[in-house]
């Protein structure tokens, strides 16, 4: 069977900027940043980071009901949200074709719902079990997001559970991509979510990852900026509907993008360490995957995180391979590190700014570091642009390594 074209033809996410693109890129453009002081953390002893960007105002719709909510802790909540949404902008909410077995899900968070861990932990140090109930496990599982999206929608396709650190969101992607390019598939539902909490922090605040500019967090992260000190957690999530060509066109769906090459590999190197060459191998992946050259690229969304070492290495591989002549950019310094959603997020602000026709800045960016080879960062006011084609990127734990490329949909 012939490889099919696939198509973006619904999308919604859940941002700490706000839940639709009016509010996000208004955000974007007036410099906002989501980044606070999380004041309950002050209190946990030896945890140096007080900072995260929060999802404010966020709870579960009225109308799901108890029988359906009840298996879900805020990851699967926030996951579940945003596809509903998405369902919605690809007029497939109530289509039969969702109980069909045409349509599946991949889907991905770093880790459960940590309340849910936290109440088998007061059972085991505590002898304590009166918190766990026939729903922690449910809860607190990896494939917590994909298996809620599944059973509330009644998806009776593949499942795919992408829990894999920063890849999470845009692994998920990626492989929803392959199944419908293949015919295994006639769409899929797939991205990545996160909810905030300090056990994150903490993980990275041991790798000395974490931004401590507690008092002053709207200055950082700083992505690629000679100033940066690390990274800050953030949370939300992000739902895109692939679907084949033809079924979206036949059914006169509003197409978002094309989505035309993906790639994945890992360094196979070190756990945590990232490998720049493995890096630019995964972009090569995605390009040939597309049957694209670099040059055809008119904007690059980087992983960016502003931690040391990943910011070098990834500027790194990035230079290699496109020189200076792509325009680049990261949404880290408004929204913090989203972990799990964070390739989904940013994949959807990259289709979004693609069609808007202009490219956020890299909040927080002044001055670029010695050692992020020159690029063409997009700073100040960001840049009006006619792309055709963007890529993003994202680079995990494990040295595990994403690229997507999406086209600009032309009728």
């Not at 300090?198 to 002053?216: E, R, V």
Request: charged content about 15%.
């Amino acid at each position: 069977m012939p490889l099919r074209r696939v198509v973006v033809s619904g999308m919604n996410a859940i941002t700490p900027l706000g839940n639709d693109w009016q509010s996000f890129s208004a955000a974007l453009k007036n410099k906002v940043s989501a980044v606070e002081p999380m004041d309950s953390w002050r209190t946990i002893d030896g945890l140096s980071t007080h900072l995260g960007a929060p999802v404010h105002n966020f709870a579960m719709p009225s109308h799901w009901g108890r029988k359906k909510a009840r298996s879900m802790g805020r990851v699967a909540a926030l996951a579940t949200a945003a596809t509903e949404e998405a369902l919605k902008d690809a007029t497939l909410l109530e289509d039969a074709i969702l109980k069909s077995g045409q349509v599946g899900v991949a889907y991905g968070s770093c880790t459960g719902s940590t309340s849910a861990i936290q109440d088998l932990t007061d059972m085991i140090s505590g002898n304590d079990s009166s918190k766990v109930n026939a729903t922690t496990y449910i809860r607190l599982m990896g494939h917590t997001a994909p298996a809620n999206i599944a059973v509330f929608f009644g998806l009776r396709g593949r499942v795919f559970n992408t829990s894999t650190a920063c890849t999470s969101g845009s692994q998920g992607i990626g492989y929803a991509f392959e199944s419908v390019r293949s015919g295994k598939q006639t769409a899929m539902v797939c991205g990545g979510a996160e909810e905030l909490c300090p056990s994150q922090a903490a993980i990275f605040d041991t790798l000395y990852a974490t931004s401590l500019k507690n008092d002053s967090p709207s200055a950082t992260p700083r992505p690629f900026d000679q100033h940066r000190d690390g990274l800050v957690i953030g949370e939300g999530a992000c739902t895109m509907v692939l679907e084949e060509i033809d079924h979206a066109i036949q059914r006169n769906a509003s197409i978002h993008a094309e989505l035309v090459g993906f790639g994945t590999n890992c360094d196979g190197d070190h756990i945590t360490q990232p490998n720049w060459e493995s890096m630019g191998a995964v972009m090569r992946l995605a390009l040939d995957d597309a049957g694209l050259t670099p040059s055809d690229i008119d904007y690059v969304n980087a992983h960016g995180t502003g931690t040391e070492q990943g910011d070098s290495a990834e500027a790194a591989a990035t230079a290699d391979l496109f020189g200076v002549t792509t325009p680049f950019s990261s949404l880290k310094g408004n929204i913090g590190h989203t972990l799990g959603a964070c390739g989904a997020i940013e994949s959807w602000a990259t289709i979004q700014m693609m069609n808007e026709g202009w490219f956020s800045p890299t909040h927080n960016l002044e001055q670029p570091a010695d050692n992020c080879s020159s690029l063409d960062y997009i700073v100040g006011t960001g840049r009006q642009l006619e792309a055709e084609y963007v890529m993003c990127n994202n680079f995990a734990f494990g040295g595990i390594n994403t690229s997507l490329i999406f086209k600009k949909w032309t009728p």
